[in-house]
């Protein structure tokens, strides 16, 4: 394959994703938010590697576009390597979500290609974090992959980027984590203040 057919390939599978991804859950994540916010929750975003980029450059969004108290843990380096070393990888978001006092108005947002899965024991760490929203009473939301693991079976509203490729599975979810996680902050409902360059004429 030649690079303008693969770069070709590619961008017609996220057309393909576009055109075959579920718009109701999303749908639901906007009014969840708005309850969240309505109610002085506060917005807790987890991820790991691609998605613990997203989650601290989606921190920013929901804070500044939509007004909504939001943290990722994966953003404060000193408190996460401190629990991974004192206390271990499948706890690190559970702990510090006890920490933070994790109640019934909060959210977890989750992004995962996978969405956790505890008999494979992968991404246990989301796995565990879940369970214990669960247990508070916060409401779950989240944008990932694949068949959406545990975070499907337990979420308030689940958006799952549809698969076109195994081949590209990875790069399609964390891509589409953005987009999604734009078009909420965006979205009329739920947008608060103007962006800057939607300001500038």
């Known amino acids: ?6 770069v070709d390939k590619y961008l017609s599978e996220a057309v393909k994703i576009i055109n075959t991804m579920d718009k109701k859950p999303i749908e639901k994540s906007v009014q969840v938010l708005i309850d969240t916010r309505k109610n002085a929750g506060r917005l807790f975003i987890l991820g790991v590697g691609g998605g613990a980029a997203n989650a601290s450059h989606a921190v920013n969004d929901f804070r500044k576009i939509a007004g909504i108290e939001s943290y990722a843990p994966t953003d404060n380096v000193s408190e996460l390597t401190a629990r991974v070393n004192d206390d271990g990888w499948n706890t690190v978001f559970v702990n510090w979500l006890k920490g933070s006092r ?3 108005n909060d959210c977890l947002l989750v992004f995962s290609v996978g969405g956790g899965n505890a008999e494979k024991n992968i991404s246990a760490n989301l796995v565990e974090a879940l369970k214990y929203a669960k247990q508070k009473g916060a409401k779950i939301i ?10 499907a079976k337990v979420a308030d509203a689940c958006v799952i980027v549809p698969t076109v490729n195994n081949d ?33 004429k």
């Open 102 to 104: 994790l109640n019934a």
């Open 142 to 151: 989240g944008i990932v992959g694949r068949d959406g693991g545990y975070t």
């Open 1 to 6: 394959m030649d690079y303008a057919e693969y």
């Open 168 to 200: 590209t599975v990875t790069p399609h979810t964390e891509a589409f984590q953005g987009v999604v996680w734009h078009l909420i902050v965006s979205h009329p409902a739920l947008k608060s203040f103007e962006m800057k360059w939607e300001s500038v």
